[in-house]
């Protein structure tokens, strides 16, 4: 007797496997992360279909649980499709998925930071999307239990003029009392502190914040660096502001 499953997903990576297949790993609604098999895939409807951050209806099946299985899938969303002519937003969408593809289990549900890659897809399309990112990568941070805490300062308990977090804790820090430490501490974002300013500077410490606690909390653990993508998304907005 087969095992089978219908979902939801976001194409988070593709390995070509044999001589006309391929791995497709999904981070679906329901299931979590999941890798399975996909025939066809140089064919051209299936190659436009399995671009990175492409929406898909997936329906898997194996004859045992350990199995690596097959997927069946149809396009939802071309994502990945809207925003080819924006280098810096495709960067954005590869860094996602492929934290999204090295940091959660497999088979195991984490359908909030399903809605929320979906709800950062869709931000794609708006001014604000650069905060909707790094707003992702908290919650992932979150999720995988490293929650941030930018609700009062770690020191004083002060909830006013909050512009550091604390390397170590990944908590808050008031303007006075991270003052004297500024040079090894972590700038906290204007659009983190409720601000509607918006510009690179701004960005590129967000992407500084969380990159650093992906990297010391996350990736370290396995003698790793943050994924390709995620680095030249930092670059990029490097560049933007010197």
């Known amino acids: 007797m ?33 890798a399975g098999y996909v025939y066809g895939i140089n064919s051209s409807r299936v190659r436009g279909m399995l671009e990175i951050g492409n929406l898909v209806s997936a329906q898997w099946t194996a004859k045992t649980h350990d199995q690596l299985g097959a997927y069946t899938l149809e396009l939802d969303t071309s994502f990945a499709g809207n925003i080819i002519d924006s280098p810096v937003k495709l960067t954005a969408l590869q860094s996602a998925c492929a934290l999204a593809d090295r940091t959660l289990p497999e088979h195991e549900s984490h359908p909030g930071v399903f809605d929320g890659m979906v709800a950062l897809l869709r931000a794609f399309d708006g001014e604000v999307w650069p905060a909707a990112y790094i707003y992702w990568e908290i919650a992932l941070l979150r999720e995988l239990g490293f929650g941030l805490d930018f609700s009062k300062c ?24 991270g003052e004297p430490y500024k040079d090894v501490m972590l700038r906290l974002p204007t659009f983190l502190r409720g601000e509607a300013r918006l510009d690179p500077g701004d960005v590129l410490d967000g992407l500084k914040l969380t990159g650093h606690f992906l990297l010391h909390r ?11 993508p995620r680095l030249r998304l930092e670059e990029k907005y490097g560049k933007m502001v010197q």
């Open 218 to 228: 996350v990736f370290s653990q396995a003698n790793a660096n943050l994924p390709e």
């Open 2 to 34: 087969s095992l089978s499953w219908q979902d939801t997903g976001v194409i988070l990576s593709l390995r070509p496997h044999g001589e006309n297949g391929g791995i497709v790993s999904l981070l679906t609604q329901s299931h979590g992360r999941a």
């Open 154 to 177: 770690v020191a004083t308990g002060a909830t006013e003029n909050l512009r550091y977090v604390s390397p170590k804790s990944g908590c808050a820090v008031s303007e006075a009392a």
